[in-house]
């Protein structure tokens, strides 16, 4: 059974910083591209990043450029995303997802996790 696990959300301050980790199980983390997406209220989940399965491609939804880092440790079968900068906008729930090709589509990924709140307070 596949399972991603997010944790590392929180409520911050605007300018801020969070951390946030997926730890995956169930499945070989090394085939998959990792994706992080977010979904604020009343909008529909939107793609902020992904990275390859070596880790050596990466992509960033433009709004989020310069402030946000993808990694990942194929070891730990863990992605993280970096969120530094934060902006109220930036509020959310974030979800982990992987999948065996590398796309920013949200209906192309298999596996979801159960998302991790991060909320940012002007």
């Known amino acids: 059974q596949v399972q991603l696990v997010e944790s590392g959300g929180g409520l911050v301050q605007a300018g801020g910083s969070l951390r946030l980790s997926c730890a995956a199980s169930?499945?070989?983390?090394?085939?998959?591209?990792m994706g992080w997406f977010r979904q604020a209220p009343g909008k529909e989940r939107e793609f902020v990043t992904f990275?390859?399965?070596?880790?050596?491609?990466?992509n960033y939804v433009g709004s989020v450029k310069g402030r946000f880092t993808i990694s990942r440790d194929n070891a730990k079968n863990t992605v993280y995303l970096q969120m530094n900068s934060l902006k109220p906008e930036d509020t959310g729930v974030y979800y982990c997802?992987?999948?065996?090709?590398?796309?920013?589509?949200?209906?192309?990924?298999?596996?979801w996790g159960q998302g991790t709140q991060v909320t940012v307070s002007s």
């Open positions: 169930g499945l070989t983390f090394s085939n998959y591209a």
């Open positions: 997802a992987a999948d065996r090709t590398l796309t920013t589509a949200a209906s192309s990924y298999d596996y």
């Open positions: 990275i390859s399965r070596s880790g050596l491609s990466t």
